[in-house]
């Protein structure tokens, strides 16, 4: 069993009397990813800030380990126009660290020709990928990320993701994740939280997409891009569009055409 | 030189030395409008101060700074927004230093002074409150920089990170206090805010870090300084104001002179 990093029991929320969040319970371990998906209003990104600490619930408590470093990637970033940030200093503003470090921690995901670059002037991905950077300069036990994915256009988002599920491997760390990707998040994704202000179903992600509740909230949509997903490619495009080809299957592409060994089912 | 023109000119820029950075963070945090409102809170302050004997410096630090927390204790009832808010504030503040000032028939106030700035007027002792004033708040400002900048970039994902976000804002808001209670004697108290924003403004385009803005809007609040002062002596206007004048031209000038900015 692996090390547990965070549990959530019987969360309840309501802001202004309307609730928010019902009775929902959740754990995240160590080299898991745990993917928080629903519609919107699902309450999904209030749930994230219940567990990051950033809102007390009415009911219910939160539990981390102790100790547990916990690495944020926010859903969204406005810098105003007027502050002067390269880059760099945005990287280092949550941990101190030499230059050398913060290009290592760009380059691992993808964004180290930026390093130098005001943050206003890189592109939708980009920040994405120097936001996940900032997550990972912290040396986190746990990332927590709200919509990694958005403004990052479709390989750009394979690419990512497949970035994202490497590292619970290559950080060992858990990982727990708002996302709208249905397609993406079924095919990378350890356990699934189906959410729409309680938990409607989750476990692993084969067993919710046959779950009557998931078909009900995201209907045959869901299960026709989920459908989609499964074909094959025998290549990808790279952020500049360049051709991939896709052999062989390395252990860190979990995503389009690797089919990954059955996982024991967690029901949390 | 003359004396009174030397302190004049000690006092504005230690005023503008302090106006500099702390104005880079107000307008990289969009407060433009809260700094006015704390400053619109002075004349109740200059009241309090009379009333209850106190430096008249300290009236005006202590009143800035309880509006302040008013506004934050009004801004947990999520109804109204924040501009509304501080409208509300800055205007009732105002007003309320009108009335109370009316009642204090034994003293004599000039009003003038405490709205558009007597910097002429400068004394030694004042020189000792601006710089006082102005040390500690770069000192504050100093220590609390490297917090207070995450803060301004990303509030959720700085406390994330560990930062005490509301004791760094409540800090923030202090200083503004302090910069305002000792710039009061140079620009006045319905001028203020524009000795914090015109000079970071200028300094924008210039900068490449967050410190560079801070240093340069410190350096252009000293020039303007310098120059409205000059200007003032030259054509008889008045100093404040001519003061605030000089700083919109130098932010004119930059914002025309030929060049490529860093984003």
């Given amino acids: ?268 | 030189m003359d004396d009174f023109l030397a302190r004049a000119l000690l006092g504005g820029v230690g005023v503008a030395l302090a106006a500099g950075p702390l104005g880079a963070f107000i307008v990289w945090r969009r407060m433009a409008y809260f700094g006015d409102t704390l400053a619109h809170s002075g004349l109740l302050g200059i009241v309090l101060g009379t009333v209850l004997n106190l430096n008249l410096q300290l009236g005006v630090a202590v009143t800035c700074l309880l509006v302040a927390l008013v506004l934050v204790l009004l801004q947990r009832q999520r109804r109204l927004a924040t501009d509304t808010l501080l409208g509300i504030l800055a205007h009732t503040a105002l007003s309320l230093g009108l009335v109370a000032l009316a009642f204090l028939e034994t003293v004599r106030v000039d009003l003038t002074g405490y709205l558009f700035g007597d910097i002429l007027a400068i004394g030694r002792i004042d020189l000792y409150w601006i710089w006082g004033g102005d040390l500690l708040a770069l000192g504050v400002l100093a220590w609390l920089w490297r917090p207070l900048l995450a803060l301004t970039v990303h509030e959720e994902l700085a406390q994330v990170e560990g930062v005490p976000v509301f004791p760094v804002r409540l800090a923030f808001m202090l200083l503004v206090a302090i910069v305002i209670a000792v710039a009061m004697k140079v620009v006045g108290i319905l001028l203020i805010t524009s000795l914090l924003i015109i000079p970071a403004a200028a300094a924008r385009r210039f900068a490449r870090s967050p410190e560079g803005m801070a240093l340069l809007a410190s350096g252009l609040g000293s020039v303007a300084v310098g120059l409205g002062l000059w200007a003032s002596l030259r054509w008889d206007t008045p100093a404040g104001p001519s003061v605030v004048l000089a700083a919109a031209a130098l932010f004119v000038l930059g914002s025309v002179v030929p060049g490529r900015s860093w984003r």
């Fill in chain 1, 1 to 268: 069993m692996a090390e547990l990093l965070l549990t959530a029991e019987n969360i309840g929320l309501a802001i202004r009397g309307n609730p928010i969040l019902h009775d929902v319970s959740l754990r995240v371990v160590a080299g898991k990813i745990v993917a928080l998906i629903g519609p919107n209003g699902a309450g999904k990104s209030t749930l994230v800030r219940v567990l990051l600490g950033l809102l007390r619930p009415d009911s219910g408590r939160v539990w981390l380990r102790p100790g547990l470093r916990v690495g944020y990637m926010p859903q969204r970033l406005a810098l105003d126009d007027t502050l002067p940030l390269s880059v760099q200093r945005f990287v280092t503003l949550g941990t101190p660290a030499a230059r050398a470090r913060v290009q290592a921690a760009l380059a691992e995901v993808g964004a180290a020709h930026v390093l130098d670059s005001p943050v206003q002037a890189i592109s939708g991905g980009e920040l994405q990928r120097v936001m996940l950077a900032r997550a990972l300069l912290h040396e986190p036990d746990l990332l927590v990320l709200d919509e990694p994915i958005q403004g990052v256009d479709l390989h750009g988002q394979y690419e990512l993701y497949d970035l994202i599920s490497g590292l619970r491997r290559t950080r060992g760390c858990g990982i727990l994740m708002v996302s709208h990707e249905l397609h993406l998040v079924m095919a990378t994704t350890d356990q699934v939280l189906c959410l729409n202000r309680h938990v409607c179903c989750s476990g692993h992600p084969d067993h919710v997409a046959r779950d009557p509740a998931y078909l009900e909230l995201f209907g045959s949509d869901g299960a026709r891009r989920l459908a989609v997903y499964h074909h094959h490619h025998n290549h990808h495009h790279d952020l500049h569009g360049a051709v991939v080809p896709d052999l062989p299957p390395s252990p860190t592409r979990g995503g389009e055409n690797v089919r990954r060994p059955p996982m024991e089912q967690d029901h949390g």
